[in-house]
């Protein structure tokens, strides 16, 4: 089955490091997103990318990093600049090209990420 | 700029009973709106969407959203729930004339269905 796989599912980390959240991808699609989901914010983009080898800041980028070498692949870095980096993460990805934004976003499951 | 209210954030309704969560969007341009459901500890899935034609859209397990122009709403209904309806649900825009592909999202509602 295609879609997307995000793992690990919980992270746990001291304050201070950083921590890398993979997000994988086998439909196919060019664009993938990451989205940061706290309670009652609904959700926010941090990056995303349209093409391999290129990527976007989002609405809240700071404290985030992210690289595009593969199309399959979108790993996101929380770094130690992040300064509330608590909360669910969430992975998508689309089969928008340049003349057609209205296909929907395939979500992956999300990694919780906890950091004390 | 775009943004997306979800006016409750959360929605209590009795088993079988009807539910509507309402969603309006600020947009200058022409949009399209979406839906989607979120179960705990999960992903969101795609629920319904509005891009073109009737106004009425409709999802296959029995809700329906309508998009309201001048009213800029999307509001979502459901004649009668059942407790697997219960879950968080996501409005979305996206100006259609967008090159960026990237989504608005409101804050969410949570739908809680008591038997």
């Known amino acids: 089955d295609g879609g997307i796989t995000q793992s690990p599912k919980y992270l746990f980390r001291k304050e201070g490091q950083n921590v890398t959240l993979s997000c994988e991808q086998n439909l196919n699609h060019d664009a993938m997103y990451w989205y940061r989901q706290d309670p009652g914010q609904g959700l926010r983009l941090i990056y995303y990318s349209q093409i391999v080898n290129d990527f976007q800041k989002g609405d809240i980028a700071e404290g985030y990093s992210v690289s595009r070498e593969k199309k399959e692949s979108f790993p996101l870095t929380v770094t130690s600049a992040q300064k509330n980096p608590t909360a669910f993460y969430l992975c998508?990805?689309?089969?928008?090209?340049?003349?057609?934004?209205?296909?929907?976003?395939?979500f992956g499951n999300g990694t919780r990420l906890t950091v004390t | 700029a775009q943004s997306v209210t979800q006016l409750d954030s959360q929605v209590p309704v009795f088993e079988e009973a009807p539910v509507e969560l309402r969603c309006n969007y600020s947009?200058?341009?022409?949009?399209?709106l979406f839906w989607y459901v979120q179960y705990p500890n999960q992903g969101l899935q795609l629920l319904l969407k509005y891009l073109s034609g009737s106004t009425l859209v409709e999802s296959i397990n029995g809700f329906e959203a309508e998009f309201n122009k001048s009213q800029t709403s999307f509001h979502l209904r459901k004649p009668s729930v059942h407790i697997s309806d219960t879950a968080e649900y996501f409005c979305a825009v996206i100006e259609s004339s967008s090159n960026t592909g990237k989504l608005i999202f409101g804050q969410g509602t949570t739908l809680q269905v008591k038997p």
């Open positions: 947009s200058s341009v022409s949009v399209y």
């Open positions: 998508a990805s689309s089969g928008r090209t340049e003349s057609s934004y209205n296909s929907p976003l395939h």
